[in-house]
């Protein structure tokens, strides 16, 4: 046998065993990232019923809100007018202050 045959058995003999560790750990690995997929699964339905549940509870309390709202203009329409004169002069100045900002910014 040459030196030349002797390598190439060596070098077979290498890439078998290479081989044979990557399937084992492919094999080893399958169920591990089969359960780390379950997991994001359930923690993605989780989170999906989370957000659904928190969506009901904001419409629920937009809809008290407004009932609310309704319930005050029917019963107290002069109170409602300044509260409504109130929030409007409160956006006035909001704009009005950030306009101003950044109109002065803009001209630097």
């Not at 070098?11 to 997991?39: C, M």
């Not at 989780?46 to 969506?55: P, V």
């Not at 319930?71 to 202050?97: C, D, E, N, W």
């Amino acid at each position: 046998m040459t030196d030349q045959n002797i390598i190439n058995e060596k070098v077979e003999a290498i890439s078998v065993g290479f081989t044979h560790l990557i399937q084992d750990l492919i094999k080893e690995a399958r169920p591990l990232v089969q359960e780390a997929t379950e997991r994001l699964s359930d923690i993605a339905n989780e989170s999906i019923s989370a957000a659904n549940r928190g969506k009901v509870s904001v419409e629920i309390t937009g809809h008290d809100l407004v009932d609310q709202a309704v319930a005050t203009i029917r019963h107290q329409p002069f109170k409602a007018m300044i509260i409504a004169a109130g929030v409007g002069a409160a956006a006035v100045a909001t704009v009005s202050l950030l306009s101003r900002n950044y109109s002065q910014t803009k001209h630097r």
